[in-house]
């Protein structure tokens, strides 16, 4: 599913115009966004956890040359689908 079709299915089922479908998808997008970028965990209830991490250095190969480099530390984005959505997928 794009955004665009996330706008259209709020525009369907909440009969909003369009412009307020793609207001409020936006603005719950960048509410979570700014809320990540804080490195706050967002939890939302029967769906998942989103939570940044922080990968440490290390060292790894080029796989073409197999020579060793060495891989910066950087933050990552997880996701941890909650029981009710696992149910959901596996029972669907």
């Known amino acids: ?6 706008i259209e299915n709020v525009y369907l089922q909440m009969g909003f115009s369009k412009k307020e479908s793609g207001d409020i998808v936006e603005m719950v997008f960048d509410l979570i966004k700014s809320n990540l970028e804080q490195g706050e965990k967002i939890k939302i209830a029967g769906f998942g956890n989103f939570e940044v ?3 440490d250095s290390r060292r790894g ?3 073409q040359t197999g020579e060793a480099i060495e891989i910066t530390s950087r933050k990552v984005l997880s996701f941890k689908p909650s029981p009710v959505l696992k149910n959901a997928i596996n029972e669907g």
């Open 53 to 55: 991490k922080q990968k």
């Open 61 to 63: 190969r080029n796989p």
């Open 1 to 6: 599913m794009t955004k665009a079709e996330l």
